[in-house]
C-alpha cells in the first residue's frame, strides 16, 4: 500500500533543499570576489554628489568605499608626498590638491581598467590635518614687534598680524606693507595694503599668511 504522508514528505523535503540550494546560488552570484566585480545590480550611489568644493591636503584621512564589494568604509590617509594607497591596486592615487568627486573617479577609472568590470566609489573626509602650524614675524614700524604663534586650523591674514602686534606705529606706512615667504626656496615678496582693508572694507587686497612668513612694515615719511 502506497504511503500518501510519506511521499508528500519526501516532496516537501526535496523542495525545501532546492529552494535553499537555489537561494545558495543566488547569494553567491550576488556577492564578489574581492576586486572581481560580480554584483549583477549597481549600488544606489550618484558619484556626481561627492564633495567638489574641498581640496585633499597632505595628512587628511579619508573614508574609502567600493560599494560592489559590500565592505564598510575603511580609513585613507593621504600620505606626505600627497597620493593614497588603495587596496587591490598596485599604484599610488594622486590626491593632494584635489576634491572627493575628483579621487573618487580617478579610483573608479583605474579599478575599472585593473579589477573591476565596473566600480561605483565614495570618497569623504573623515578627518583634517592642520598643516598650517608655527610661527610668522612681524616687524618694522609696528607697536610690538616680534614671532606670533599660528594656531591649528586659524585663518589668519596680514591685516589681522599687524593688528595681533598692536597695530602700526605714527610712522608706519600701511599701504605697502611688505610679506616675504620662500617659495620652491627662493624669497618672494608680496605687498598688501592694509589701510585701505581697514579704512575701506577691502578684505579682497588682504593676504592670508603661513608658517614661516615675515611680514614687515615700513616707514612712512608722510604723516
Not at 614675524?137 to 614671532?147: A, E, F, S
Request: hydrophobic content about 40%; glycine content about 8%; aromatic content about 8%.
Amino acid at each position: 500500500m502506497i504511503n500518501i504522508k510519506k511521499i508528500v514528505g519526501m516532496a516537501v523535503a526535496c523542495l525545501l533543499t532546492f529552494s535553499l540550494w537555489t537561494a545558495a546560488i543566488n547569494a553567491a552570484d550576488e556577492n564578489p570576489v574581492k576586486g572581481t566585480n560580480q554584483f549583477k545590480t549597481p549600488p544606489a550611489l550618484d558619484m556626481n554628489t561627492l564633495d567638489n568644493l574641498q581640496k585633499l591636503q597632505k595628512g587628511y584621512t579619508v573614508n574609502y568605499q567600493v560599494f560592489e564589494d559590500r565592505d564598510l568604509p575603511i580609513e585613507l590617509t593621504v600620505s606626505d608626498s600627497g597620493d593614497l594607497v588603495i587596496p587591490y591596486y598596485e599604484g599610488l592615487i594622486k590626491a593632494a590638491g584635489k576634491t572627493c568627486r575628483e579621487v573618487a573617479f580617478d579610483i573608479k577609472k583605474e579599478l575599472e581598467r585593473t579589477h573591476y568590470k565596473r566600480a561605483t566609489v565614495r570618497v569623504s573626509v573623515s578627518s583634517i590635518a592642520y598643516t598650517n602650524t608655527g610661527t610668522i614675524t612681524v616687524q618694522g614700524y609696528v607697536k610690538t614687534p616680534g614671532l606670533q604663534q599660528l594656531l591649528p586650523g586659524e585663518i589668519y591674514t596680514v591685516t589681522m598680524a599687524i593688528a595681533k602686534a598692536g597695530g602700526g606705529t605714527d610712522f608706519a606706512n600701511l599701504k605697502k606693507v611688505q610679506l616675504t615667504r620662500i617659495i620652491d626656496g627662493e624669497p618672494k615678496n608680496f605687498y598688501i595694503n592694509v589701510k585701505d582693508v581697514q579704512e575701506k572694507g577691502k578684505l579682497d587686497l588682504d593676504m592670508d599668511v603661513k608658517a614661516g612668513d615675515l611680514i614687515y612694515v615700513p616707514q612712512s615719511y608722510f604723516r
